[in-house]
Every structure is written in C-alpha cells, then in structure tokens.
C-alpha cells in the first residue's frame, strides 16, 4: 500500500467515524474530488502528519468545494509552541519560537480557521479543551501588534487575544482545506 492509499483509508475511516460533521456528503464525492487534487492530498498528508485529524466538515456548492478542518481534540501537537505569523517571529529577538503559525499553515498549503470556522467546528464536538489553536486575525487586530486564538473552557467557547510574538507549549493552530469538488 502507498503512503497515498495510507492517507485515503485513514480519511475514511475518519469520515465514516464521523458523519454528523459532513450529512448529506457522500465519500465517494470525497474520494473524487481528492482523486484529482494530488496537492490537496500532499496537504492532507501534513494536517495528518503534525497530529490534525484533518475530517470533511462541509461542502459548499456555490463554489463547488469541500472543506476540511483539522478536527484533533486538542490543538496539534505537531504544530504548538509557535508564534503568530512570520512578522511576529521576526520582531521576537530573545528566545524566540521555532516557527509561526502562518507560515507553517503556508508552507503546508492550508489556512488558518477563521472565527467563523472556530464557531463552525466547535458546533461539531468539544475541541480545544485543555490547549488553544491561534486563529485567522483580522488585519485591524494584527497592524496593533495583536493576533487572535479560540478555546474552549467552562462549556464554552472562547476568543481572547494575545501578542503575536507570544507563543505557549498548549496553543497551536487549526487548518482549514478548501478541495475543488469533482464535476
């Protein structure tokens, strides 16, 4: 079996664990649309690899994609103590953080989760209950110096800001996967 056909039949399985986050998608709509996406899946792959539990959550047929979104439990591990974005991590001078969350999400062909989409995967389960994932920060927030991150606590969820050169060993970042859905 490839790495591929590894990848597919954990997404699978994942989906079929799953169906109350994707109703009405059927997998073979899934399987199509990744079957012609080899950039998609080589995403997929690293969501997978850095502990994101990458599941469908959506499909949009205006523009005719599915949506996928980390949905691991807690934040990454693979992708935790990181700062905001790659400005961030440039302007931190004294012990500074590995990697930034924007470029890590860049780097792996995906998107930071919107607070829209926070909202949208916390609907779908708890997630996020002992760690915090930073989230997409509107250009208002992050020209002030400040970046935005989501949890959930108390049977909530929360959004909360911080310093974008912060970084903590429980908050990472979410991913979202938009996949052109097959004719």
Same mark, same amino acid.
């Given at each position: 079996?490839?790495?591929?056909?590894?990848? =597919?039949?954990?997404?699978?399985? +994942?989906?079929?664990? #799953?169906?109350?986050? #994707?109703?009405?998608?059927?997998?073979?709509?899934?399987?199509?649309? =990744?079957?012609?996406? !080899?950039?998609?899946?080589?995403?997929?792959?690293? =969501?997978?690899?850095?502990? @994101? @539990?990458?599941?469908?959550?959506?499909?949009?047929?205006?523009?005719?994609?599915?949506?996928?979104?980390?949905?691991?439990?807690?934040?990454?591990?693979?992708?935790?103590?990181?700062? $905001?974005? !790659?400005?961030? &991590?440039?302007?931190?001078?004294? #012990? !500074?953080?590995?990697?930034?969350?924007?470029?890590?999400?860049?780097?792996? @062909?995906?998107?930071? &989760?919107?607070?829209?989409?926070?909202?949208?995967?916390?609907?779908? @389960?708890?997630?996020?209950?002992?760690?915090?994932?930073?989230? #997409?920060?509107?250009?208002?927030?992050?020209? =002030?110096?400040?970046?935005?991150?989501?949890?959930?606590?108390?049977?909530?969820?929360?959004?909360?800001?911080?310093?974008?050169?912060?970084? $903590?060993?429980?908050?990472?970042?979410?991913?979202? &996967? +938009?996949?052109?859905?097959? !004719?």
């Amino acid at each position: 079996m490839s790495r591929a056909d590894d990848l =597919l039949a954990t997404l699978e399985a +994942r989906f079929a664990a #799953h169906p109350h986050r #994707h109703p009405g998608i059927s997998w073979d709509a899934v399987r199509g649309a =990744l079957d012609g996406a !080899p950039e998609a899946l080589a995403t997929l792959a690293e =969501l997978e690899a850095t502990g @994101g @539990g990458p599941d469908v959550v959506g499909r949009d047929r205006a523009t005719n994609t599915i949506t996928f979104f980390d949905c691991a439990a807690q934040s990454p591990t693979g992708r935790r103590s990181v700062c $905001y974005d !790659p400005e961030a &991590l440039a302007a931190r001078k004294k #012990h !500074p953080p590995r990697d930034s969350a924007v470029g890590m999400a860049r780097a792996m @062909g995906a998107e930071l &989760l919107t607070e829209a989409e926070y909202q949208v995967l916390q609907a779908l @389960g708890e997630f996020d209950t002992t760690t915090s994932s930073w989230l #997409h920060t509107p250009p208002e927030v992050r020209e =002030l110096g400040g970046a935005i991150f989501g949890d959930r606590r108390f049977g909530r969820v929360f959004t909360y800001h911080n310093g974008a050169d912060s970084y $903590y060993a429980a908050r990472g970042f979410r991913c979202a &996967l +938009r996949v052109p859905a097959a !004719p």
